[in-house]
């Protein structure tokens, strides 16, 4: 009998446990996002090259490139006029694709999916963005 019992208790924690760790995951992929726009906001460019992943790093090795690449490949990143987090993914344990809703410097909307991954130190770094422009609603 109280093998049922554990068992019960397992089949309600485990799934409230799984959602917490998502949620806890979204709100930290969420931080990582949210702290680098606000550094491409302040002009704080290395805060903002902080955030990028080991693979933007190995393609963008210094600061000066990488906020070269942004501003001309990502002028909505880089200068919202306004932005909130969309739908989130947990790709894999560690592993997360985030969606962003941007009001862009032009006027128009668009979605960021942000892929971001656990590091060794336990903070989610970017790994890669891709821009759409579309049929969002006005943020």
Not at 13 to 25: G, K, N, T
Not at 45 to 54: E, F
Not at 72 to 77: A, C, D, E, S, T
Request: charge should be neutral.
């Amino acid at each position: 009998m109280h093998w049922i019992r554990c068992l019960l208790v397992l089949l309600v924690v485990a799934p409230l446990h799984a959602a917490h760790a998502d949620d806890a995951a979204a709100g930290a992929a969420q931080t990582t996002i949210d702290q680098q726009i606000q550094a491409f906001l302040n002009g704080d460019d290395d805060a903002a090259y902080s955030h990028a992943g080991p693979n933007i790093r190995r393609m963008f090795p210094t600061r000066d490139a990488f906020m070269a690449m942004v501003r001309k490949g990502y002028p909505q990143v880089h200068s919202p006029r306004n932005y909130a987090f969309g739908r989130f993914e947990m790709l894999a344990p560690g592993r997360i694709r985030q969606h962003v809703l941007i009001l862009g410097p032009d006027g128009k909307d668009y979605e960021a999916v942000y892929t971001l991954e656990m590091q060794p130190d336990g903070v989610f770094r970017i790994n890669a963005v891709s821009i759409r422009e579309g049929n969002i609603p006005s943020i």
